[in-house]
T-cell receptor, first 112, second 113 residues
């Protein structure tokens, strides 16, 4: 059982480049999330999707877009990367009625 | 403004010692969760507490939710090197969306052999 799978695990971008972080879960969860984790800042919610076809902004959405492609997949796109977006990105999912959030292993992104 | 304050931010102890980590807020939470995160991995849920005053035990770990549901503590007895990691608390706001948790900044625990 793979759980939550993120790709790529590591990526270096130049300022202004674009890229998409992919996330897929095989647990039939309705809710999916994208967080970023920075030293001294904890985990901050970027966007979330309560169900297929819906997305909503979280705490720090600026500079990002998301797509809930289907129930399994939730992608995060950086249209024009900035050094401030250097971070570790985590995708997560959970059952709508439950409390347990399952996280992926993270994607390390460096913008130079 | 940080909704959940964790303390201490860093903790380095010797194997066998006891420790307590705190998670405090001025806001009321309908539930509070504790996660442990190891280097290179995502956070993993340890426990969820939902009732004011609730105490849950997970082997050598004891979790308590404050009576007013504004704070929580994690106590580890006889710490072992395997307990090393980043401990995060996360709260679900009362009356808020069930889809969003607010995380504290974490306590980085190092247990030395």
């Amino acid at each position: 059982n793979a759980g939550v799978t993120q790709t790529p695990k590591f990526q270096v971008l130049k300022t202004g480049q674009s890229m998409t972080l992919q996330c897929a879960q095989d647990m039939n969860h309705n809710s999916m999330y994208w967080y970023r984790q920075d030293p001294g800042m904890g985990l901050r919610l970027i966007y979330y999707s309560a169900s297929e076809g819906t997305t909503d902004k979280g705490e720090v959405p600026n500079g990002y877009n998301v797509s809930r492609l289907n129930k399994r997949e939730f992608s995060l796109r950086l249209e024009s990367a900035a050094p401030s977006q250097t971070s570790v990105y985590f995708c997560a999912s959970k059952v709508s009625s439950g409390n347990t959030i399952y996280f992926g292993e993270g994607s390390w992104l460096t913008v130079v | 403004t940080q909704l959940l304050e964790q303390s201490p931010q860093f903790l380095s102890i010797q194997e066998g010692e006891n420790l307590t980590v705190y998670c405090n807020s001025s806001s009321v939470f309908s539930s509070l969760q504790w996660y442990r995160q190891e280097p290179g991995e995502g956070p993993v849920l340890l426990v969820t507490v939902v009732t004011g005053g609730e105490v849950k035990k997970l082997k050598r770990l004891t979790f308590q939710f404050g009576d007013a549901r504004k704070d929580s503590s994690l106590h580890i007895t006889a710490a072992q090197p395997g307990d090393t990691g980043l401990y995060l608390c996360a709260g679900e706001r009362s009356g808020g969306s069930n889809y969003k948790l607010t995380f504290g900044k974490g306590t980085l625990l190092t247990v030395n052999p």
